[in-house]
């Protein structure tokens, strides 16, 4: 079975600052896909970033970016020049390249201090 | 352009009940893909319709269906609620075909006591 671990609760960070949170996942696939998604309060779930697995070059987005660690099954994001409105629930996701089911992690809780 | 809409926003009910919750997909998507998140969790697939038909559904008991409507709109049915079903219900939409992102509403807060 795919799961996806957040080994993070809760990230702090000081404004303007850099703050990496942590993804694991397991699967045995050879095709499938990654994300991060930010969930603010107002619980609408945005989308972040997303990785192909078959592609090598970390995705970048703005001031977010992924080191897709594809042997160690790792996917973490790097949040440079944090701002305020950064702060969120950030979860990791995983897909298969067959199905369009997302399987979660629990999230991390980011702060972002002033 | 419209995005995900759901509602109600809130609601509560009482155990044994039974509750409809609706989602309107974003403009131009056919595919509505239904989570539950219970507190302090990540969203877990209930599942997905397409051409009013479930396509894949996760671990969630028979008490939880679904329809799609020919506008692609859906609605996710619980039935027998229990405590347990307490939890914030996502609908997230996307294209059949290909790779696309799946786009989340705001969800509904289902409060069962």
């Known amino acids: 079975a795919q799961t996806v671990t957040q080994s993070q609760p809760e990230m702090s960070v000081q404004e303007a600052e850099t703050v990496t949170l942590s993804c694991t996942y397991d699967?045995?696939?050879?095709?499938?896909?990654l994300f991060w998604y930010k969930q603010p309060p107002s619980r609408q779930m945005i989308l972040v970033i997303r990785?192909?697995?078959?592609?090598?070059q970390n995705a970048t987005e703005n001031r977010f970016s992924v080191n897709f660690q594809k042997a160690a099954k790792s996917f973490s994001l790097k949040i440079s020049d944090s701002q305020l409105g950064d702060a969120a629930m950030y979860f990791c996701?995983?897909?298969?390249?067959?199905?369009?089911?997302?399987?979660f992690g629990k999230g991390t809780k980011l702060t972002v201090n002033p | 352009d419209a995005g995900v809409t759901q509602s109600p926003t809130h609601l509560i009910k009482t155990r044994g009940q039974q509750v409809t919750l609706r989602c309107s997909p974003k403009?131009?998507?056919?595919?509505v893909s239904w989570y539950q998140q219970a507190l302090g969790q990540g969203p877990q697939f209930i599942f997905q319709?397409?051409?009013?038909?479930?396509?894949q559904r996760g671990n969630f008991p028979d008490r939880f269906s679904g329809h799609q409507f020919p506008n692609y709109s859906s609605e996710l049915n619980v039935n027998a609620l229990w405590l347990g079903d307490s939890a914030l219900y996502l609908c997230?939409?996307?294209?059949?075909?290909?790779?696309?992102?799946?786009?989340f509403g705001p969800g509904t807060r289902l409060t069962v006591t």
């Open positions: 997230a939409s996307s294209l059949s075909s290909g790779y696309y992102e799946q786009y």
């Open positions: 403009s131009g998507h056919d595919t």
């Open positions: 699967t045995s696939e050879s095709d499938y896909y």
């Open positions: 990785q192909e697995a078959y592609k090598q």
């Open positions: 319709y397409y051409e009013e038909e479930e396509r």
């Open positions: 996701a995983y897909r298969t390249g067959g199905s369009e089911k997302l399987v």
